[in-house]
């Protein structure tokens, strides 16, 4: 497994800044066929699109957002990615992606199969909720955590897997996939010492050996 540094790009503005994007956008090769789960209204499927000449395809549950995608020309069909991705065959896509989405899903383990058998490798980013400031939080203030990368409270947040690194390599090993490249990230630094304590998010890059 490598553990790799970001290098700096124009990427980042052109996406919202996300610092997940620019991992995603380095990792995806030109060219590319994609598919993008929980593509939201479809900011990076449009960049992979446009820069990448990526044959990208998105998945999401808000008709409101799927509608801002199609209006965009951007191939987009509602989903529930946690019902599974029976509509596509093994290996039709060179990369699946799963960005800031892992912890939402109802059955993440299912997802993560499904991801692995239509995509040749799959890359999940997801925030670290074994991150510092969640867990000085708990300890010290005896409630839910709520931080600057989570801030919601606990009665509207969408996240329910408070999944951490050691948590997320936990399951790629039970389900017997490898990890060919991570990143951690805080704020928009790399972080190599501690990640699990030290990063805010971690983005992987996995596939069947």
């Not at 990076?44 to 409101?64: D, F, N, P």
């Not at 801030?151 to 990890?179: A, C, K, Q, R, S």
């Amino acid at each position: 497994m490598e553990t790799l540094e970001a290098q700096p790009s124009a990427f980042v503005p052109e996406v919202l800044g996300r610092r997940d994007y620019r991992i995603i956008g380095e990792i995806v090769d030109d060219g590319a066929r994609v598919l993008d789960l929980g593509c939201g209204e479809g900011d990076l499927l449009a960049w992979l699109e446009q820069r990448k000449h990526a044959e990208a395809r998105g998945v999401e549950i808000s008709t409101e957002k799927v509608r801002k995608c199609v209006a965009q020309g951007l191939s987009v069909y509602q989903s529930d990615i946690d019902a599974g991705l029976a509509d596509y065959p093994d290996h039709c896509f060179d990369f699946v992606i799963l960005s800031q989405t892992l912890q939402e899903a109802r059955k993440p383990q299912i997802v993560l199969r499904e991801m692995v058998r239509v995509g040749h490798r799959a890359i999940v980013a997801f925030p670290n909720f074994g991150h510092w400031s969640v867990r000085l939080s708990l300890a010290w203030r005896g409630r839910a955590p709520k931080t600057g990368h989570l801030p919601y409270e606990w009665y509207e947040t969408p996240n329910i897997h408070f999944v951490t690194i050691p948590d997320f390599e936990d399951l790629v090993h039970h389900e017997g996939l490898e990890i060919e490249r991570s990143y951690f990230l805080r704020g928009d630094r790399q972080v190599t010492l501690r990640p699990s304590l030290l990063a805010d998010s971690a983005v992987y890059l996995i596939r069947n050996p």
